[in-house]
């Protein structure tokens, strides 16, 4: 007698109960199977342990090669005698650099003893306004003063202007010298020079933001726009002689 051969007998002999017996091993089967599926062993499978947490990005990584602030060149914002230098690289059309913008002046009405601000140029060459833009500013900056440069620094950010004309006129320059300067691209060399050498300190995209000490030569450098809280945590890390390895 094989397994077939038992099976007929027993449907003859127990015929009212052999349906009921059936949906019963069916339901047992269900419920084993569901129990295996949800604790993830069924058959001897195993649930995967869940992949580990990725690194947490430093906040700041040390920097080498950031050109010194000169202050007979660069444009410079708040106590030019605090220790620590903020030197920003920055694109007049890059929405991230306008994001940038209050955060770093947020850094100097919290630390208006501890830092100063350098902007310099570093516009993307798909921003199609960005350059023109930096030679403008820097027109506005010859031509009116480091105050002028900055009110047309400003606008350009708090607005999303630019029709340089009209913020030369609102910084107080000259229309036609302004417009003189800015159509023989007077500063072209100059804004090429930033580049070069945001290059060679390891900008490669905006915001570039360099923290540096200016008593120890100690650098941080801090790429695109980061909450205030981050730049507090890389300044305060300067201020107390820090700045030897990457800063979460």
Sequence with gaps: MNDQ???????ETNTPWFGVTMMLVGVMIGYTVAGGLKDGALFGTVTP????????QPIADVATNVPPVDLTRDHVRGNTKAKIALIEYSDFECPYCQRNHPTMKQILEE?????FWVYRHYPLPFHNKATPAAEASECAGNLGGNDAFWAFTDMIFEQGNF????????AGVDAKRFKACVDGKTFADRVTDDISKGNDAGVSGTPANFL??????????VSGAHPFENFQKVIDALLDGGGDEAIF
């Design 49 to 56: 342990p869940a992949p580990p947490a990725a690194a947490p």
């Design 5 to 11: 051969t038992t099976l007929s007998k027993f449907r």
């Design 212 to 221: 540096v000490n200016t008593e120890t030569g100690k650098a941080m450098l």
């Design 163 to 170: 029709d340089f004309a009209y913020l030369a006129e609102k």
């Design 111 to 115: 630390y208006p003893d501890d830092v």
